[in-house]
Nanobody, 134 residues
């Protein structure tokens, strides 16, 4: 079965850290770009970060680039999002998303695209909730 399984979300205080994990099953891990979209309450869904697992090329959204880092472990078929210095505006549902094309992932993640357009990306996880609050 083709699936992405997220874990690691939760409640954290401002300034804290979380690491999200995305375990991939049922497809060729090294042939995909895998990363994270998020949707905050009342806001459009946006791409946060992705990694081309085959060559290590990465994208990080400007608003998180100095606080978040993305990495992958091919042996475990897992992608990680390390989130540091979390802010209340990082509160969202975080979705793991995979697509064969790095360019498509970054285009649909970095621009103001609709959820309908974003669904063009091939594989979506169910999401994990991150809440940053004191």
């Amino acid at each position: 079965e083709v699936q992405l399984v997220e874990s690691g979300g939760g409640l954290v205080q401002p300034g804290g850290s979380l690491r999200l994990s995305c375990a991939a099953n049922g497809f060729s891990f090294d042939d995909y770009t895998i990363g994270w979209f998020r949707q905050a309450p009342g806001k459009e869904r946006e791409g946060v970060a992705c990694i081309s697992t085959g060559d290590g090329n990465t994208y990080l959204r400007d608003t998180v680039s100095d606080r978040f880092a993305i990495s992958s472990d091919s042996a475990k078929k897992t992608v990680y999002l390390q989130m540091n210095d979390l802010k209340p505006e990082d509160t969202a549902i975080y979705y793991c998303v995979a697509d064969p094309s790095f360019a498509n992932w970054v285009t649909l993640g970095s621009m103001a695209t609709t959820s309908q357009d974003q669904e063009y990306l091939q594989i979506w996880g169910q999401g994990t909730s991150v809440t940053v609050s004191s």
